[in-house]
């Protein structure tokens, strides 16, 4: 299983981004989550998407962030739509899988979001 992070970028305060994570490698549908880690601090965990289609997001990111997923295309592509974004939400993004059947964890590259105030 291999993870392609992309669409990071810098954006004014306020303004907004998509970042994608497309999964080869895999034909099935597995937990998914996008991390940040922003320079001297630790890896946090932004929001999550369940195979089931459960969502959860760190209250940091409620209400401005959604996690989603294409379910149709052979990548399984998971998004995260970023909205009102703040100077604070600069970090490197990182996507995550969980496999549904082994529960090994895997990580993309990481794609740096920086917001200028």
């Known amino acids: 299983v291999q993870l392609q992070a992309s669409g990071g970028g810098l954006v004014q305060a306020g303004g907004f981004l998509r970042v994608s994570c497309a999964v080869s490698g895999s034909s099935i549908i597995h937990d998914m989550a996008w991390y940040r880690q922003a320079p001297g601090k630790q890896r946090e965990l932004v929001a999550s998407l369940r195979s089931d289609g459960e969502a959860y997001y760190a209250d940091a990111v409620k209400g401005r962030f959604t996690i989603s997923r294409d379910n149709v295309t052979a990548k399984k592509t998971v998004f995260l739509q970023m909205n009102s974004l703040k100077p604070e939400d600069t970090a490197v993004y990182l996507c995550?899988?969980?496999?549904?059947?082994?529960?090994?964890?895997?990580w993309g590259q990481g794609t740096l979001v920086t917001v200028s105030s």
């Open positions: 995550n899988l969980a496999h549904v059947i082994t529960r090994r964890g895997y």
